[in-house]
Structure formats: C-alpha cells, structure tokens
C-alpha cells in the first residue's frame, strides 16, 4: 500500500526527532530501521509514502516521533488513519491522552546562573529568610553591609522555594538586579521583567496601568516569588510602595545595603551579619583548594585570625586570599594591613588587588564593567584589546582575587563572565579613569554590530537569531547607550541587525521599542529615507497586536515622510505593507486587499520574497472573504514559491492558511497532515506568533473530529500564547470560541 500523506507525516516526525535530539535525518533513519529489523532503505520507502505489511513498524515509528520527537496527538491521529493502523483507540490513548502528550512542567524563573563552584550552607540565616517567606508580610528584606553575601543567599533561597516539598514553595521565581545598571530599575521595569519571565511579553506593550492590573492578576493566580537584589541604589519610590502591597499568595525578597525607614510596615526584616566560625572556615578551606594553596589550611591560626580581621565577611576573604597569594608577603604582614584598613576594609582590599594587575588585567576589569549582565569570554577580549594568551592570564588572576566570578552555562558553551556588585562600583570608577575607555567603548559597540550584522533579516535562516539569545539584555542595554550617546549611525546598525530578532522571538518591548529607536537616530542624521522604514517596520509589529491607537500615532509621521521623500521600491513597499496591515486591523479587509494589490507590481520590482508576501496577504484577504477556492488556489502557488526561495516563515504562512481552507471544507486529514508537518518548523524556531495559530486550528480538528476535551486544552493553549504575546484581537477571538465550547448544547437544539 502506498498514501502519500503517510509519507508525508512520516517525514515531519523524522525531522522533528533530528531537530530534538541534534541529530542528522540519516543518524535517525539508521537507528529506528535497527529498532524495526530493517534496513535504512525501508524507512527511506516508509518516507515515500510505502506503508509497513505489518502494523508493528507503524507503532515503533509512531511512538517515536512522539516519544523523541515531542509531536502531539493530532500528528499521531493522522499518521494512525493514513497507515490504516488497526483499532488505534489504544495507541492514540497510551502515547498521546487526550489532553496531548505528557509534557515536563516548565518551570518559570530567570535566576542567575551562580557565581559560586560551592554555596556554604548557612542554616540559620536560610532559616530566618524562610520564616520570613512564611509570613503573611508581602516582603522579606536581607540587609548587610556589602559582600556578606545576601545575593547568594537570596538566590540559593530562591532556588529552594521552586522545589518540590519546599515550605514555602513558589510556582515561579522573578529575579530583578539594580547592580547592572544602578538607578535604573523602576516599577515599570520590574513589571516589564515579571512579564517576561512569566512569559508574557506582550503585556510589555500595554499602557502603564494596565500593565499593572494584568501582571497583579498574574501574582494572583499563582506563588510568585519576586526577587529585587541591590535595592539601596534603586530610586522609584512607586516600586517600594508597590512592592508592600504585592497581591497574594506572591512575596517579595529584597535584599539592600540600607534600612529603610518605608520598610516598618508589612516587612519582616532580617540583618546578615557575617558568618560564623565554622561556615567562615569551610569558606576558607574551599577558597585555599581552588587557589591551590591547600597547605595554608594546616595552620590552624589562619581561618581564625582571617575571620577576625574581616569580620567574617566572605568577599573580604576571599579577596584576602587572593592578595595572599599574589602579594608574596608572609602571612602576619597581610593580616597587620588588613587590621589597620579595618574601617575602609573594601576599599583598601579594592586598592591592593588594583595594583596587583598588570595592564591586560585591568583591561579586562575595566572592560567587564561594560556589559550589564555577563560577558562571554570572546566578546570580553575583544573589547579589552588583549590577545588570547594575556586574556587567559587575566582572567586567572582576576578570579583568584575574587574582582571577577565566573558563570558555568553548559557543556557545550564556553562559561560567561560577571562581576559582584562591589567590585562592578570599583571597576567602573576604574574604567571612568582608565585614558583608553573611549577605545574600549568602541570595540564594545563594535564587536556587537558585527554580531548582530549577520543575523539581520535572516528569513532564509532562521536558526542564525539562536546566535543572540545569550546576548539580548547586553544588546538593549547598548541600545539605550548609544541612543543616550547620540551614536546615531551605531543605533541603526544594531536594529538592523536584531529587529527580526525581536520580532520572531515576541519580545514588543514598549520600553524601548528598537525600531523607534532606529527612526529617532534617522532623524537626527537627517535619514528621512531610514526614518520611513523604521516607523514602517514599527507598525508592522504593532498589527501583529492588534494596537490600532498606537498605530494612528505614527502612521501620519510615515505618511507625511512617504510623501515627501523618494524611495527606493523597498521602502515604498515596507510603506506600502504597513498600510495595508492598519486596513486589516481595522477589519478594513477591501481596503487591504486593494493596496496590497497595488504594491504587488512594485514588490516584484524589489525581489521575489516582497512579491511573494505581498500575494500571501492578498489571499488572506480573500480568505477572509469567504472565497476560500481562490485563496486556496493562490497559497498552494505561494507555498510553491516559498519552498523554492527557502523562506521557512512563508512556508509555514501559507501552511496554516491551507490548513485552515481544509478544514473549511472538511478535509480534515489534509489539514492534520499540513498542521503536524507545519508544527515541526515553528517549534524549532520558536516562532511564537505562528505555534498559537496551529495550536488555535488544532484545537478546531479536534472539534471537528468530536473531541472536546482535546479541542478546549489545545484552544486554551492558545488562548494562552496570544494572551503573552499581547495579541488582543487573535485572544478575543479564541476566547469567545472557547465560551462557546463550554456552552452545553440546549436539549432538541
């Protein structure tokens, strides 16, 4: 027997275990043709559309695509019925339950990864800060003078309440650092960072009091533990107010150097003192085997008189170690120094490591303080300026005087690089006076432009925007720089390179949005050519939310520039497409018919790709119409088009189109083939936008096939990811079709 939709499907969950598992098609085929007692050339047959004599291939091919290849019952319904697999009920239940295959719970938090090969336990304080979570107090504050450690023990904390049994326990963890960028972080920005950590960017874009109600009901509807580190340099008083008053069953845990007096009400407040005898000496003996000192450890009189010149303050202490090792004094000469700086203990610690530097060190230090978050090794050099030896000496000797902790990521990434709050005030008071920092702020826009650079608008790759994820916060941060800096042609350049990043991925800031930022600097630079398609570009996004308010603040800006300035076909189609999206946010759907009809002769004069978007949007319009035949008919020539110029996101466009004219007229395995093949492709790319339209027409086959428990989990989750991604008119529409769901059927209706 041979069904091409079998063959079909069987290749979307191949590909989808390749892309799980990072494998190659032929590593994956090898493997399961061994599982079947077959050879690689049957499962190339299988591919063909050649369905097995027997059904135990189908059920081994079946369970591994679902198994590995993470596809959901809709795929497996389909494969199922295309092999003609007997009695399916069982499989279809045993693999995929109706409500879709067993997924990992997704755990949210943003954490920071640890700074520290090993947290010393200290169980008293941990047990206060617990006590405190477990209060009806909406705050629990860690204060201590600085490096007594309340960062690593909020964060160790913090990590505690998200396991299982944990009392208390917390559904997600928010962590939020003003260490970054000191002074910077506001209740806008806190909410901002809630939103995304809990996965709903979208609400970024909502007015301010709006986006207060909307993350309020988040804290809500689950434990929310929010986290504010370095509060004392934070100045937004509305922050502390809010914060106090933070819905429940969420808390919040700060942490700060001062007491405030604004802290007396619905605060338990805890004061870090430094460690006790024991903890201090464990701290020491781990300190002294990374330094490789291990002998220093013999002699019972140094944990002791360390302790008590430093107060038991672990920073001090291991940067104590540290100016031991490099000083090569004896040990009463270091211990006298740091007895005598007792009062400036920090500072004179800060002084002797300083000068223990050689000149690439304090490149490097002064080159750390640039990034807001973390540095990956490559781009550290880079901007200090050093050769791959000396960075490597640097970075060792920067450690072992604890001025620089390291971040470990993965096995297959290189470790990323940050520095304590302390040592982040003196290396930028370092870096302020250091005569190259004009230099190194110059390699440091360079080096991500030339990251950036080669993402771009990678439509043809789109695997290239993985490359900035580690990146994004270090990426806004320059942004907000260069913009502040009137680097105009810099602001530009990196939206140029990240816009499509930022779009794929969801992330509408409304902070600063980056195409706005490019249209300022055009402006500044006199671009009103670069000033019409950033605002352009800014409007696309906007469509994609629906927000017709924010669209008419800046479409008689585009406009009026359009008018009065010649543009290349590009941008005149950028324009041109931006009109015709506000038409359709409207629901002006004549109107965007005709004007992406009248850019279709100019979109063909720019390249295939615009004269290819251009028709899509063309048979949306006609899709919405009701003239399903026509659309169909002009989507199957587009995807033709897609798969040959290699536009993924096309593809998948005209997929889902597809799918949802099949299952206007009732083919419902055509559309189920075109839904799983489709799913493969924006999973692995996260494209978010396109995962809750499949997951909004998934839920309608399972309607259709008489599943409703199916269809009212599916539709809920993409209620959900319309709902994160801000995209109100797609939400309410989901909504709706999700109250009609739950109406029961009135009897004899």
Same mark, same amino acid.
């Given at each position: 027997?041979?069904?091409?939709?079998?063959?079909?499907?069987?290749?979307?969950?191949?590909?989808?275990i390749a892309a799980c598992e990072g494998k190659t098609a032929p590593i994956v085929e090898d493997e399961l043709g061994d599982q079947i007692g077959v050879a690689a050339a049957s499962i190339q047959r299988y591919k063909a559309g050649h369905i097995p004599p027997d059904a135990r291939p189908v059920a081994i091919l079946a369970e591994a695509a679902v198994r590995r290849g993470h596809l959901d019952r809709a795929w497996l319904q389909a494969f199922l019925q295309a092999a003609a697999y007997p009695a399916p009920a069982s499989l279809l239940d045993r693999l995929c339950p109706s409500s879709g295959p067993a997924q990992p719970v997704r755990v949210y938090q943003n954490l920071p990864a640890p700074t520290y090969s090993r947290f010393i336990l200290r169980p008293q304080v941990m047990s206060e800060v617990l006590d405190g979570l477990r209060q009806r107090s909406a705050v629990a504050l860690i204060v201590s003078l600085g490096g007594m450690g309340k960062t690593s023990l909020a964060r160790e904390t913090a990590a505690g309440c998200l396991l299982d049994g944990a009392q208390p326990r917390f559904d997600a963890v928010v962590w939020v650092s003003d260490k970054?960028?000191?002074?910077?972080?506001?209740?806008?920005?806190?909410?901002?960072?809630?939103?995304?950590?809990?996965?709903?960017?979208?609400?970024?874009?909502?007015?301010?009091?709006?986006?207060?109600?909307?993350?309020?009901?988040?804290?809500?509807?689950?434990?929310?533990?929010?986290?504010?580190?370095?509060?004392?340099?934070?100045?937004?008083?509305?922050?502390?107010?809010?914060?106090?008053?933070?819905?429940?069953?969420?808390?919040?845990?700060?942490?700060?150097?001062?007491?405030?007096?604004?802290?007396?009400?619905?605060?338990?407040?805890?004061?870090?003192?430094?460690?006790?005898?024991?903890?201090?000496?464990?701290?020491?003996?781990?300190?002294?085997?990374?330094?490789?000192?291990?002998?220093?450890?013999?002699?019972?009189?140094?944990?002791?008189?360390?302790?008590?010149?430093?107060?038991?303050?672990?920073?001090?202490?291991?940067?104590?170690?540290?100016?031991?090792?490099?000083?090569?004094?004896?040990?009463?000469?270091?211990?006298?120094?740091?007895?005598?700086? !007792?009062?400036?203990?920090?500072?004179?610690?800060?002084?002797?490591?300083?000068?223990?530097?050689?000149?690439?060190?304090?490149?490097?230090?002064?080159?750390?303080?640039?990034?807001?978050?973390?540095?990956?090794?490559?781009?550290?050099?880079?901007?200090?300026?050093?050769?791959?030896?000396?960075?490597?000496?640097?970075?060792?000797?920067?450690?072992?005087?604890?001025?620089?902790?390291?971040?470990?990521?993965?096995?297959?990434?290189?470790?990323?690089?940050?520095?304590?709050?302390?040592?982040?005030?003196?290396?930028?008071?370092?870096?302020?006076?250091?005569?190259?920092?004009?230099?190194?702020?110059?390699?440091?826009?360079?080096?991500?432009?030339?990251?950036?650079?080669?993402?771009?608008?990678?439509?043809?790759?789109?695997?290239?925007?993985?490359?900035?994820?580690?990146?994004?916060?270090?990426?806004?941060?320059?942004?907000?720089?260069?913009?502040?800096?009137?680097?105009?042609?810099?602001?530009?350049?990196?939206?140029?390179?990240?816009?499509?990043?930022?779009?794929?991925?969801?992330?509408?800031?409304?902070?600063?949005?980056?195409?706005?930022?490019?249209?300022?600097?055009?402006?500044?630079?006199?671009?009103?050519?670069?000033?019409?398609?950033?605002?352009?570009?800014?409007?696309?996004?906007?469509?994609?939310?629906?927000?017709?308010?924010?669209?008419?603040?800046?479409?008689?800006?585009?406009?009026?520039?359009?008018?009065?300035?010649?543009?290349?076909?590009?941008?005149?189609?950028?324009?041109?497409?931006?009109?015709?999206?506000?038409?359709?946010?409207?629901?002006?759907?004549?109107?965007?018919?005709?004007?992406?009809?009248?850019?279709?002769?100019?979109?063909?004069?720019?390249?295939?790709?615009?004269?290819?978007?251009?028709?899509?949007?063309?048979?949306?319009?006609?899709?919405?119409?009701?003239?399903?035949?026509?659309?169909?008919?002009?989507?199957?020539?587009?995807?033709?088009?897609?798969?040959?110029?290699?536009?993924?996101?096309?593809?998948?466009?005209?997929?889902? !189109?597809?799918?949802?004219?099949?299952?206007?007229?009732?083919?419902?395995?055509?559309?189920?083939?075109?839904?799983?093949?489709?799913?493969?492709?924006?999973? !692995?790319?996260?494209?978010?936008?396109?995962?809750?339209?499949?997951?909004?027409?998934?839920?309608?086959?399972?309607?259709? !096939?008489?599943?409703?428990?199916?269809?009212?989990?599916?539709?809920?989750?993409?209620?959900?990811?319309?709902?994160?991604?801000?995209?109100?008119?797609?939400?309410?529409?989901?909504?709706?079709?999700?109250?009609?769901?739950?109406?029961?059927?009135?009897?004899?209706?």
């Amino acid at each position: 027997m041979r069904n091409e939709t079998f063959g079909r499907l069987l290749k979307a969950g191949l590909s989808s275990i390749a892309a799980c598992e990072g494998k190659t098609a032929p590593i994956v085929e090898d493997e399961l043709g061994d599982q079947i007692g077959v050879a690689a050339a049957s499962i190339q047959r299988y591919k063909a559309g050649h369905i097995p004599p027997d059904a135990r291939p189908v059920a081994i091919l079946a369970e591994a695509a679902v198994r590995r290849g993470h596809l959901d019952r809709a795929w497996l319904q389909a494969f199922l019925q295309a092999a003609a697999y007997p009695a399916p009920a069982s499989l279809l239940d045993r693999l995929c339950p109706s409500s879709g295959p067993a997924q990992p719970v997704r755990v949210y938090q943003n954490l920071p990864a640890p700074t520290y090969s090993r947290f010393i336990l200290r169980p008293q304080v941990m047990s206060e800060v617990l006590d405190g979570l477990r209060q009806r107090s909406a705050v629990a504050l860690i204060v201590s003078l600085g490096g007594m450690g309340k960062t690593s023990l909020a964060r160790e904390t913090a990590a505690g309440c998200l396991l299982d049994g944990a009392q208390p326990r917390f559904d997600a963890v928010v962590w939020v650092s003003d260490k970054d960028r000191p002074g910077t972080t506001t209740l806008s920005s806190v909410l901002d960072e809630i939103a995304r950590t809990l996965d709903y960017p979208g609400f970024t874009a909502f007015e301010h009091e709006e986006k207060r109600r909307e993350v309020e009901q988040l804290l809500r509807r689950s434990r929310v533990l929010v986290v504010v580190d370095n509060f004392e340099t934070v100045l937004d008083g509305a922050l502390l107010g809010w914060l106090l008053r933070l819905p429940e069953p969420s808390k919040a845990l700060i942490t700060s150097r001062e007491y405030s007096r604004a802290f007396r009400n619905n605060t338990f407040v805890l004061e870090l003192r430094g460690m006790s005898d024991s903890e201090a000496g464990e701290l020491i003996r781990a300190r002294l085997r990374v330094l490789r000192m291990e002998t220093a450890a013999d002699d019972p009189a140094v944990p002791a008189a360390l302790i008590a010149a430093t107060g038991g303050n672990p920073k001090a202490i291991e940067i104590a170690l540290g100016c031991l090792k490099y000083e090569q004094r004896p040990f009463a000469a270091v211990l006298d120094d740091l007895y005598t700086a !007792r009062g400036e203990l920090m500072t004179d610690l800060f002084s002797r490591c300083w000068s223990l530097l050689d000149e690439a060190a304090r490149q490097v230090l002064a080159a750390t303080a640039l990034f807001p978050d973390s540095a990956g090794p490559a781009a550290l050099a880079a901007v200090a300026g050093v050769s791959t030896f000396a960075f490597d000496r640097a970075v060792e000797r920067l450690t072992d005087l604890a001025l620089l902790d390291m971040q470990p990521t993965d096995l297959h990434s290189p470790p990323r690089y940050t520095l304590h709050p302390l040592v982040r005030a003196f290396a930028g008071a370092r870096l302020a006076e250091q005569p190259t920092v004009t230099a190194l702020r110059d390699r440091w826009v360079q080096w991500y432009r030339d990251l950036v650079g080669p993402v771009g608008y990678c439509w043809a790759d789109p695997s290239r925007l993985e490359r900035l994820d580690p990146e994004r916060e270090t990426i806004q941060a320059l942004l907000l720089w260069c913009a502040a800096q009137g680097r105009h042609a810099d602001v530009i350049a990196l939206v140029d390179g990240v816009g499509y990043y930022y779009y794929i991925r969801g992330l509408w800031r409304d902070d600063a949005p980056p195409n706005l930022l490019s249209a300022q600097a055009a402006r500044q630079l006199g671009n009103p050519v670069k000033e019409v398609e950033a605002l352009a570009y800014h409007i696309h996004t906007l469509s994609a939310q629906g927000n017709i308010t924010e669209m008419e603040r800046y479409l008689p800006q585009m406009r009026a520039l359009a008018e009065a300035t010649p543009l290349p076909n590009e941008v005149a189609f950028n324009v041109q497409h931006a009109l015709a999206l506000y038409a359709m946010t409207r629901q002006d759907v004549d109107a965007a018919q005709a004007a992406w009809l009248q850019s279709l002769r100019r979109a063909e004069e720019v390249s295939a790709l615009p004269f290819l978007i251009q028709r899509q949007w063309v048979a949306t319009c006609l899709y919405v119409k009701g003239a399903w035949v026509q659309a169909q008919h002009l989507l199957r020539e587009c995807l033709r088009d897609a798969e040959r110029l290699g536009s993924q996101r096309c593809v998948s466009f005209c997929k889902i !189109r597809l799918a949802a004219i099949d299952l206007d007229l009732g083919e419902l395995e055509a559309a189920a083939a075109l839904l799983a093949d489709t799913r493969v492709t924006v999973y !692995r790319y996260q494209d978010r936008e396109h995962i809750a339209e499949i997951q909004q027409l998934t839920a309608r086959l399972h309607q259709l !096939r008489g599943d409703q428990a199916a269809a009212r989990a599916t539709l809920s989750e993409a209620a959900d990811l319309f709902e994160r991604l801000g995209m109100r008119p797609q939400l309410a529409r989901a909504r709706a079709d999700l109250a009609q769901l739950d109406t029961p059927v009135a009897a004899g209706g």
